[in-house]
């Protein structure tokens, strides 16, 4: 059995952060690969390693003197080395540093050096091989992700190693420049090393235990999700709840490795398990409750509008002309309604219309804004009865006037449109219906 572990920056932004996750390493001989992030924030208002190198490479890239600056982020390394009691020395590394950012060797050579040398660290500190992703894990020259040659190389790679460090986060050209993924990359890396040795799990330890049911701004200390599918996932992640970069999904998804979500601080939390498929229901028939503010809804009205061919595709052309993307689609015998962003759509919104107008001759065309779209996702809707009755009848009580509702050809979900205002208690209300009231 074989695990790849891969620590975000909070799980190690200190020497102290650094001991959990060896803890945590050597609890079980089957974490064998590791990919760690650079170190975050050790308090609220800390900065980010990465935030600091892209700051100090600006200065370097517009000729300024950055000595004080790459200074703070030896400092932030020496701190971890010292407190960790190792016999380390950055300094050749900060003097290469130096020297490269003088060349402009680039922002994301910039930014890479901190899961770099964190990698190097924890190298050193596990007593593992350390493996530089810049030469394992390779992009296109568009700036795409090569998966083919990175399964290729980085599976050789490792081949026969009993275990490893890979640095998250960037890789390189086949020239050998650095590049990086977008931010918070280090999840992508964890999935491609997952994925190049077989692992059985691919660990993501965090600072939160799993996902929740519900975004814990808007409900009190909502439940942990246990087991959710990629899909689930992919629909809440749309929506804004945000726990794993959405493209670490891929890697693992195509082999079959599922993703436990952990956290470094509570380590005995079995967090939540991100799966293809399962059998198991979750425990509320709704798996999870996300959403979004900030929606434009057009409705569009003409009579014999069902008899008339083409006249949805020529709505969608006025938008697809404006390049404006639609979110949902709603639509009647005579009626027909188009979501968009509101802020994608406002300052175009004429343009739209009087398109409209031109191409598919409405009757009436009758737009509302500051709307807000909450999903509620699960598998287990499928199966299940009186879904959406529940749902209309938890936002009748709070007194929530629904604007749409649209369940999603897949029956994982069902899509609820109400007032901005309104969509903090629409979220409650769901979260209590299906959740509090299972308790
Ligand atoms: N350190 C990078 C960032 O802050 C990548 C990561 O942590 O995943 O975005």
């Known amino acids: 059995m074989s695990k790849v572990v891969k620590f975000g920056g909070s799980s190690l932004a200190s020497a102290e952060q650094f001991e959990k996750v060896g803890s945590i390493i050597r609890a079980e001989a089957e974490r064998r690969f590791v990919v760690p992030s650079a170190p975050g924030k050790r308090f609220g208002n800390d900065t980010k390693v990465t935030d600091m190198l892209y700051g100090c490479y600006a200065l370097a890239e517009a000729d300024k003197d950055f000595a004080k600056e790459l200074k703070a982020i030896k400092a932030r390394y020496e701190e971890i080395i010292k407190g960790l009691k190792l016999k380390l020395s950055l300094d050749d590394e900060f003097v290469t540093i130096e020297k490269n950012f003088k060349e402009k060797a680039g922002k994301d050579y910039a930014a890479s050096r901190g899961e770099y040398l964190n990698g190097i660290i924890m190298a050193n500190y596990l007593g593992f091989e350390f493996i530089d992703s810049a030469t394992v894990i390779f992009f296109n020259e568009d700036g795409t992700f090569n998966a083919e040659k990175t399964h290729q190389v980085l599976s050789k790679r490792l081949e026969g190693l009993e275990n490893a460090v890979v640095p998250g986060f960037y890789g390189a050209y086949d020239n050998g420049k650095v590049k990086t993924f977008s931010r918070g990359g280090s999840d992508i890396t964890g999935s491609i090393v997952a994925k190049a040795i077989h692992a059985d799990v691919y660990e993501n330890w965090t600072d939160v235990s799993g996902c929740l049911v519900t975004d814990p701004r808007i409900v009190k200390n909502p439940q942990k999700i246990e087991i959710i599918t990629y899909r689930e996932l992919r629909e809440l992640a749309y929506m804004g709840a945000s726990v794993l970069h959405e493209d ?109 107008q031109r191409l598919a001759k409405p009757d009436t065309i009758d737009i509302e804004s500051d709307l807000a779209l909450i999903a509620v996702v699960g598998r287990g809707m499928k199966s299940t009865r009186g879904t959406a009755a529940r749902i209309f009848s938890a936002l009748a009580h709070a007194h929530i006037n629904i604007k749409m509702i649209d369940q999603g050809s897949s029956e994982m979900n069902i899509i609820i449109g109400v007032a901005n205002d309104d969509f903090e208690n629409a979220i409650k209300a769901i979260y209590d219906i299906f959740v509090e009231t299972c308790l």
């Open 248 to 356: 670490a999904i891929f890697p693992v998804r195509q082999e079959g490795i599922p993703i436990n979500i952990r956290n470094t601080n509570d380590p005995g939390n079995s967090g939540t398990w991100i799966v293809g498929s399962t059998g198991q229901k979750s425990k509320y028939v709704i798996t999870g409750i996300a959403g979004k503010k900030g929606f434009c809804s057009i409705n569009i009205e003409k009579d014999m509008m069902n008899s008339e061919v083409g006249f949805g595709r020529k709505v969608l052309q006025a938008f697809e002309e404006s390049n404006i993307s639609f979110e949902h689609l709603p639509s009647g015998i005579d009626t027909m309604t188009v979501f968009v962003h509101q802020d994608e759509f406002m300052d175009k919104e004429q343009k739209v219309v009087s398109t409209i």
